[in-house]
């Protein structure tokens, strides 16, 4: 059987960091921790549960996970974020794939996000196909700073799944959009991306209106406003962080 490393880049991740790295163990022979200068006890959990715990400045979302890579010693990778873990059904698949004989680049996976205990599926939230595992010869994740993906053209969609705790209350889910906000706002910034004083707006108005109606929330409940309201508070806040940018 080919062998993978799997990859976690961390901050502040206690909560989540030993379920990760468990959850990798089942598919993977070495486990690498990227972390970001955490302030809890991130890094000693992991290096308790075995992985090797490497520290970088967070150099963002693309880079960093780019560069947990470079700390592998295999050629396969299993990129995961502190706050998931795998399903037994991708666990499955990957035991019963040889990766020494296919002609992919990489495999991605269905997300199942979770909000506490309920498992979100409205507007876009499901199936979220992410490209996690690759092989970092051929392919690897994009400079971009929030929201990186697998650059690779040559991907097998799979009907498995990672599991996403996306939070577990809504301050933690405010946290997490402040933090991805600064994030996409900075990203922005770099592709030259203009201020405007109307376009938190609009944008904002238009995420709303894209997940209630045109993803179908509206059709959805209480799951599908929540999406919505969420998406539009995040793409408000990414655009006046870009204007704030401009400003400095």
């Not at 379920?19 to 959990?45: G, H, M, Q, Y």
């Amino acid at each position: 059987m080919t062998k993978i490393t799997g990859t976690i880049i961390t901050l502040n991740a206690e909560k989540y960091i030993l379920r990760a790295i468990e959850s990798l163990k089942n598919i993977s022979d070495e486990i690498i921790v990227l972390d970001s200068k955490s302030t809890d006890s991130t890094r000693d959990i992991a290096k308790s549960a075995g992985a090797k715990v490497y520290t970088q400045e967070f150099l963002g979302d693309g880079l960093q996970k780019k560069e947990a890579s470079n700390f592998a010693s295999n050629s396969w990778i299993f990129s995961l974020d502190a706050d998931e873990y795998l399903d037994q059904d991708l666990i499955d698949f990957i035991k019963k794939t040889d990766l020494s004989n296919i002609s992919y680049d990489s495999f991605a996976f269905r997300r199942k996000n979770y909000c506490a205990d309920e498992w979100i599926k409205a507007a876009g939230f499901y199936p979220d196909y992410v490209t996690r595992l690759y092989d970092k010869s051929r392919v690897n994740y994009d400079s971009r700073a929030d929201h990186a993906a697998v650059v690779s053209k040559n991907t097998l969609k799979t009907n498995c799944h990672i599991v996403h705790t996306t939070y577990e209350s809504m301050a933690e889910w405010v946290d997490k959009m402040n933090f991805r906000s600064s994030m996409s706002a900075r990203q922005l910034y770099r592709d030259g991306v203009m201020p405007s004083d109307v376009r938190p707006i609009t944008r904002a108005l238009f995420a709303f209106f894209k997940k209630l109606f045109i993803k179908g929330g509206i059709l959805q409940g209480k799951n599908g406003f929540k999406v919505a309201v969420t998406t539009m508070f995040n793409t408000y806040l990414k655009y006046t962080k870009l204007n704030d940018l401009h400003k400095k």
